[in-house]
């Protein structure tokens, strides 16, 4: 009797033991499914981030999206005085610019390229005068040159928007396809510009 006392005393533990197995592995299981349920909410996000950007890359004129959380690097240039093109008058331009970068090595770059960079915007902003510069209008299409004139010196190969109003609608095409096979490729280091001063005397 004592013996089958016993036996029945040491068969509850083994079936706790069991019990608390069981519940381990459906903890661990939901714990799976509801990780791979996350992984798969993420890759689809990532996915339509994706398409996005080429949306976004397949229609220029609509303005990049910032992430708020990542800051960006702002390198400021020092001012440029230079004469404008104006022939019926001296007229010069007073300029304070910020390059705005999103990855703080490339602000390190642009000090590197730092003269052939201030070369290509004093030379866009010779071309100008004082009558384009004075409208909103003409300071946006200069901060937009001044973007490209700024990676160009960099290395980058940039595309002038000038250059399709020429040939015919073939070539508009071609060259089209051809400027937007080269924004995928390569993205311009320098994401905006920002003017500290505008001053025209």
Request: hydrophobic share 45%; net charge neutral; charged share 30%.
């Amino acid at each position: 009797m004592s013996t089958a006392a016993a036996a029945d005393a040491g068969a509850p533990p083994k079936g706790k033991k069991k019990l608390i197995i069981i519940v381990v592995a459906v903890l661990l299981l939901l714990a799976l499914a509801g990780g791979g349920l996350l992984m798969m909410k993420k890759k689809a996000h990532a996915a339509e981030e994706g398409d996005d950007a080429d949306a976004e890359q397949a229609t220029p004129a609509k303005a990049a999206k910032h992430d708020p959380k990542a800051v960006p690097t702002f390198v400021p240039l020092d001012a440029f005085t230079v004469n404008l093109a104006d022939r019926d008058a001296e007229r010069y331009a007073q300029v304070g610019i910020t390059l705005e970068v999103d990855d703080p090595h490339v602000g390190d770059q642009i000090k590197q390229y730092m003269p052939a960079i201030r070369n290509n915007i004093l030379l866009a902003l010779a071309d100008k005068t004082a009558a384009q510069l004075m409208e909103r209008d003409g300071k946006t299409k200069l901060a937009e040159q001044i973007r490209r004139e700024a990676s160009r010196a960099m290395g980058y190969e940039v595309e002038d928007p000038d250059d399709e109003d020429e040939g015919d609608d073939a070539s508009k095409a071609k060259a089209k396809k051809k400027r937007r096979k080269s924004r995928k490729a390569e993205a311009l280091p320098i994401s905006a510009v920002h003017f500290s001063n505008f001053i025209i005397q």
